[in-house]
């Protein structure tokens, strides 16, 4: 049964850096064709990709926020880190990550998010 | 083009046929995927690959795609189908991901 859960502030402030931990279960991140990805949502609009490490450690950004993000993996403890960099109250949003198939190119598992606010 | 294009809000009769659409130059090359999403909950899978439906997803969600436009059909919707849905797929470049700015299906 693969789980994955996202813990990290529910509030920062503005120019602060995110730090989000993603910890799963279920499934190697060693494994050939498996990733994990991180996905937002503001309040009320759309999923948006932001990136996503494979098993190589090869490691893909989202072209616009490229330059603030940062995502790392410890096979060992089984968790992937996303940290966000120059927080924005525009990067207020629910923060989700995901078990992502290469080959489908598809998050087949998601954890339940996590709420953040970006307010001084 | 990373661009993935939804209409944003479809309606649909109890029991009737719905298909919700999805287009973007990168799905002439690539499948799109499909997740449901219900009000406070995360993102569920529905259709990934030409018409694939993971495990536990009832066989009234198809997916099909032709040309720079792929749809999902719910054939016989029902209450609990009442959701937003989203599309992804790999952008043209294949090195990036992308979403769509998803639906919100109402049934009637």
């Known amino acids: 049964q693969i789980t994955l859960k996202e813990s990290g502030p529910t509030l920062a402030k503005p120019t602060q850096t995110l730090t989000l931990t993603c910890t799963f279960s279920?499934?190697?991140?060693?494994?050939?064709?498996?990733?994990v990805g991180w996905i937002r949502q503001p309040p009320g609009k759309a999923l948006e990709w932001l990136a996503l490490i494979y098993w190589d450690d090869d490691k893909r950004y989202s072209s616009s926020l490229k330059s603030r993000l940062t995502i790392t993996k410890d096979t060992s403890k089984n968790q992937v880190v996303l940290t966000v960099t120059n927080m924005d109250p525009v990067d207020t949003a629910t923060y989700y990550c995901?078990?992502?198939?290469?080959?489908?190119?598809?998050?087949?598992?998601w954890g339940q998010g996590t709420l953040v606010t970006v307010s001084s | 083009s990373s661009e993935l294009t939804q209409d944003p809000a479809v309606s649909v009769a109890l029991g009737q046929t719905v298909r919700i659409t999805c287009q973007g130059d990168?799905?002439?090359?690539?499948?799109a995927t499909w997740y449901q999403q219900k009000p406070g909950q995360a993102p569920v899978l529905v259709i990934y690959?030409?018409?694939n439906r993971p495990s536990g997803i009832p066989d009234r969600f198809s997916g099909s795609s032709s040309g720079n436009t792929a749809s999902l059909t719910i054939t016989g919707a029902q209450a609990e189908d009442e959701a937003d849905y989203h599309c992804?797929?790999?952008?043209?470049?294949?090195?990036?991901?992308?979403f769509g700015g998803g639906t919100k299906l109402t049934v009637l």
């Open positions: 995901a078990h992502f198939q290469a080959v489908a190119a598809t998050f087949d598992y």
């Open positions: 690959g030409k018409n």
């Open positions: 279920g499934f190697s991140l060693s494994t050939s064709g498996v990733g």
């Open positions: 992804s797929s790999r952008d043209s470049s294949g090195y990036h991901l992308v």
């Open positions: 990168s799905l002439r090359n690539y499948y």
